[in-house]
């Protein structure tokens, strides 16, 4: 993955660019795209799941 560093804001201070990726010794980002689709997959089966609880115990 590519990113232009003057795209973003390191510390977050522009609130008009998104903040700066952490990213490791080789320029990857530190946390992989894969486990952060895995986590909002786990979260909204999680939501759901709740949610028709809710809708159960309403009725």
Known sequence: TQFDMGTCSV?????????CPV???????AFPEWLTIIML???LLFANI???????AIF
């Open 11 to 19: 510390n977050g201070s522009d609130p008009l660019k998104p903040k």
């Open 23 to 29: 990213l490791n010794d080789d320029n990857m980002p």
């Open 41 to 43: 997959c786990v979260y």
């Open 50 to 56: 709740l949610l028709l609880n809710l809708l159960i």
